[in-house]
Nanobody, 123 residues
Framework: QVHLVESGGGSVQAGGSLRLSCAAS????????RGWIRQAPGKEREFVAA????????DYADSVKGRFTISRDNAKNTMYLQMNSLKPEDTAVYYC????????????????WGQGTQVTVSS
C-alpha cells in the first residue's frame, strides 16, 4: 500500500512564499517520477512540476518557471515544492503525484495521488 501525504499549504499574500512537502510511505516500484498537480476552483487539473526519483531531471509548467523549485530527499522519501513570488492565480489545491516518468506526470498519467493541500494567495 502506497500513501502520499502532502503538507505545507496555507494562505499567503501575493509575493509571499510557501513550501510544500510530500512524504511517501510504502514502496513505489515502477513510478520513477514524482510531481505536483494543481486544481483551481472551476478549472481542470494542471501539471505544475515533476522530478525524476533517480537522476537529476526536472520539468516545470511555463506559468511557474523561475518561481517554483522542485526537489527531493531520497533518504526521507520526501519531495518538496518551494513556491516563491506567489500570485493569486496560483490559488489551488495542490496534489502530490507519482508516475512512471516525468512525461507521464506531465500528461496526468498518474499512478498514485495524495489527498491534496490548499494554497490560497490573496492580492
Amino acid at each position: 500500500q502506497v500513501h502520499l501525504v502532502e503538507s505545507g499549504g496555507g494562505s499567503v499574500q501575493a509575493g509571499g512564499s510557501l513550501r510544500l512537502s510530500c512524504a511517501a510511505s510504502g514502496r513505489i516500484f515502477s513510478s520513477d517520477a514524482r510531481g505536483w498537480i494543481r486544481q483551481a476552483p472551476g478549472k481542470e487539473r494542471e501539471f505544475v512540476a515533476a522530478i525524476a526519483w533517480s537522476g537529476h531531471m526536472t520539468d516545470y509548467a511555463d506559468s511557474v518557471k523561475g518561481r517554483f523549485t522542485i526537489s527531493r530527499d531520497n533518504a526521507k522519501n520526501t519531495m518538496y515544492l518551494q513556491m516563491n513570488s506567489l500570485k493569486p492565480e496560483d490559488t489551488a489545491v495542490y496534489y502530490c503525484a507519482a508516475g512512471e516518468t516525468i512525461a507521464a506526470i506531465w500528461g496526468l498519467d498518474i499512478d498514485y495521488w495524495g489527498q491534496g493541500t490548499q494554497v490560497t494567495v490573496s492580492s
